[in-house]
């Protein structure tokens, strides 16, 4: 028996998944974008949360990264980390209450922007951050899949008490079409779909969200700071001018 190509397929069916963003929530990107960049041009923090599990891998992606915006500010709690164990990450994650204590922990409040990207966009660590960072007075933004919100029962041991999905809560979302089970390729012998899409799906959706922020920042003649790479030649020199800027101000920096 042929084997199939695996390395073609699961290309094919990335790139399918990022050209439906790219087509379909351009205008959500840009009109996203315009917050994000208002917000650094008062030199403000945007801060970025990826509660439970990999989701967390969503705050890492544009915080302190080579050609990344220095507004970032990253939270990584202990609590939903894989580090920290995966189980009891999971067990964190669906518990009540948590993403208020991670909200209030953080300090985010009036005039303050939160991103929460959370793959599915269901769990109560979400949408406790996202309703506690509104009722607190902040703006925010969900990058999740909404499709794969809508298609889990209501009864479904993850979701939040309310029942409700992490973009309905939220002032602004990004769909990154994710789908449900999140892994994609289905192999002869093999009892279940491989290949997760959501960390592609969300890193591309999150990279493009900073740089149009930072597009829509250079089209106004605001100069930005961005990181460059401490392991390429004058790194190290070009992010110590704006260390002390923010150093104090970032909270993981």
Same mark, same amino acid.
């Given at each position: 028996?042929e084997?199939k ?5 699961y290309?094919?069916i990335a790139?399918?998944?990022?050209s439906?963003i790219?087509?379909?929530e ?6 996203v974008?315009?917050?994000i960049?208002? !917000? ?5 923090l &945007?801060?970025?949360?990826?509660p439970?599990? !990999?989701?967390?891998?969503n705050a ?19 609590g939903?980390?894989? @580090?920290?164990?995966?189980?009891? @990450?999971?067990?964190i994650e669906r518990?009540?209450g948590?993403?208020? &204590?991670v909200?209030?922990d953080?300090?985010?409040?009036e /005039?303050d922007l939160?991103?929460?990207a %959370?793959?599915y966009g269901?769990? @109560?660590a979400?949408l406790?951050?996202a309703?506690?960072a509104?009722?607190r007075?902040a703006?925010?933004?969900? &990058?999740?899949s909404?499709?794969?919100a809508?298609?889990?029962p209501?009864?479904?041991p993850a979701?939040h ?7 309905q809560t ?6 990154t079409k994710?789908?449900v ?7 002869p012998? &093999?009892p279940?779909?491989m /290949? ?5 799906c ?7 969200l900073?740089?149009t922020?930072?597009?829509?920042? /250079? ?6 700071p961005?990181?460059? @790479?401490?392991n390429?030649?004058?790194?190290d020199?070009? %992010?110590n001018r704006?260390?002390e800027r923010?150093?104090g ?5």
């Amino acid at each position: 028996m042929e084997r199939k190509d695996i390395m073609q397929e699961y290309f094919d069916i990335a790139v399918d998944y990022l050209s439906r963003i790219k087509t379909e929530e351009r205008e959500r990107i840009n009109q996203v974008a315009e917050v994000i960049a208002d !917000h650094i041009a008062k030199d403000k923090l &945007v801060y970025i949360w990826g509660p439970g599990g !990999h989701s967390n891998m969503n705050a890492m992606e544009i915080f302190f990264r080579a050609g990344g915006l220095m507004h970032i500010s990253a939270i990584l709690d202990e609590g939903t980390m894989l @580090s920290s164990g995966a189980l009891r @990450s999971m067990a964190i994650e669906r518990t009540p209450g948590y993403g208020k &204590v991670v909200i209030e922990d953080n300090r985010i409040g009036e /005039g303050d922007l939160l991103i929460i990207a %959370n793959a599915y966009g269901i769990n @109560s660590a979400c949408l406790d951050a996202a309703l506690t960072a509104k009722e607190r007075g902040a703006t925010t933004i969900a &990058v999740t899949s909404t499709g794969h919100a809508d298609s889990i029962p209501a009864d479904h041991p993850a979701r939040h008490p309310s029942k409700k999905n992490l973009y309905q809560t939220t002032d602004y979302y990004i769909d990154t079409k994710v789908p449900v089970g999140d892994a994609v390729i289905e192999l002869p012998g &093999v009892p279940q779909k491989m /290949g997760a899409i959501s960390t592609l799906c969300n890193a591309y959706t999150l990279n493009c969200l900073i740089m149009t922020a930072a597009q829509i920042l /250079g089209e106004r003649g605001i100069e930005i700071p961005l990181w460059k @790479s401490g392991n390429c030649p004058g790194g190290d020199e070009w %992010n110590n001018r704006f260390i002390e800027r923010f150093k104090g101000k970032v909270r993981l920096l």
